[in-house]
């Protein structure tokens, strides 16, 4: 089974700067992309940011310039490093890892989830 670990969420005040991490775990082959999606209350999960194996990034049109996306493949970790938030970044922020796992002849890929990490941003 594979786990996806998170941290570093928080509350902090609109303007500040949270960092969160994600680590996978388990039995895979390699990880293909990883991102962070968010679900604020009542309504639907959005996609963040991702970033391919090969460092290719990719960022919702709100957060560009204000989050940075990284990840260390040696470590199978990615980080979401959020500054000058806002009160409408508040939400439940999720890790996610597209992995390659060997079976029958090939490595298929599965998407896993982390548990999600909460994010308060106070005005």
């Known amino acids: 089974q594979v786990q996806l670990v998170e941290s570093g969420g928080g509350l902090v005040q609109a303007g500040g700067s949270l960092t969160l991490s994600c680590t996978a775990s388990g039995r895979f082959f390699s990880i293909d992309a990883m991102g962070w999606y968010r679900q604020a209350p009542e309504k639907q999960r959005e996609l963040v940011a991702s970033?391919?194996?090969?460092?290719?990034?990719n960022y919702r049109e709100s957060v560009i310039g204000r989050f940075t996306i990284s990840r260390d493949n040696a470590k199978n970790t990615v980080s979401l490093q959020m500054n000058s938030l806002k009160p409408e970044d508040t939400a439940d922020y999720y890790c996610n890892a597209v992995v390659r796992k060997y079976s029958s002849g090939y490595y298929n890929p599965t998407t896993y989830w982390g548990q999600g990490t909460q994010v308060t941003v106070s005005s």
């Open positions: 970033i391919t194996k090969y460092g290719t990034t």
